[in-house]
């Protein structure tokens, strides 16, 4: 019912900085909550940061200060801008929105997900 299209992974060397888009095929402001989750080879999927309809932020302390979360209501997408990046921080990053129907039930759904590879 919601498709998820990331864009913006790549290469990158330490310390520099990508933009991640996620458009959304509904209005975001009808989700409660989107957000980034990443999974690197041998290690479970995290989350990054969320965004409520409201506007609320929450970081994973490891990417807290570095990385930025923000949504464009008019275009349907979320961005995560992330500066001073890290080799730690290669990984697939894949966009999550989380979204209740008429009758209260949550559903979530996932887009593809982007590589975002950090060299040293």
């Known amino acids: 019912q919601v498709q998820l299209v990331e864009s913006g992974g790549g290469l990158v060397q330490s310390g520099g900085s990508l933009r991640l888009s996620c458009a959304a095929s509904?209005?975001?402001?009808?989700?409660?909550?989107m957000g980034w989750y990443r999974q690197a080879p041998g290690k479970q999927r995290e989350l990054v940061a969320i965004?409520?309809?409201?506007?609320?932020?929450k970081y994973a302390d490891s990417v807290k200060g570095r990385f930025t979360i923000s949504r464009d209501n008019g275009k349907n997408t979320i961005y995560l801008q992330m500066n001073s990046l890290k080799p730690e921080d290669t990984a697939v990053y894949l966009c999550?929105?989380?979204?209740?129907?008429?009758?209260?039930?949550?559903?979530?759904?996932w887009g593809q997900g982007t590589q975002v590879t950090v060299s040293s």
């Open positions: 999550n929105a989380d979204r209740s129907d008429r009758q209260g039930f949550r559903h979530d759904y």
């Open positions: 965004i409520s309809s409201g506007g609320t932020t």
């Open positions: 509904v209005s975001i402001s009808s989700i409660n909550t």
